[in-house]
């Protein structure tokens, strides 16, 4: 992302609910509870489930992904994550043209 872009002015990548692969080892910048700073909090592999989407400063959407094994949430950057599964095509195209 340049600087003069804003994420926000285009729709979230990802949504509710959607599976997603972590890309980027993710490690405690501070900001998460009852973990060292520096603490892993996500390995590279890893799957969880978005389970909100928020902004940071204004420009970029964090994804708070659900590690359904690790029982907790962490927020999370589009480039550090991937889908799992591909979208599901829109239900437009499942109407009866009779």
């Keep these: ?4 872009e804003l994420e926000l002015n285009l729709p979230p990548v990802f949504e509710i ?13 501070g900001t998460f509870p009852g973990k060292e700073v520096g603490q892993v909090l996500a390995n590279i592999g890893d799957i969880g489930y978005i389970v909100s989407v928020g902004t940071y400063l204004q420009t970029a959407y964090i994804y708070a992904v659900h590690f359904i094994d690790k029982g907790y949430v962490v927020g999370c950057r589009k480039r550090e994550l991937e889908a799992v599964e591909p979208k599901s095509p829109t239900n437009s195209q499942d109407v009866d043209s009779e």
């Design 1 to 4: 992302m340049q600087l003069d």
């Design 17 to 29: 609910g959607e599976k997603v692969r972590i890309l980027k080892l993710i490690k405690n910048d």
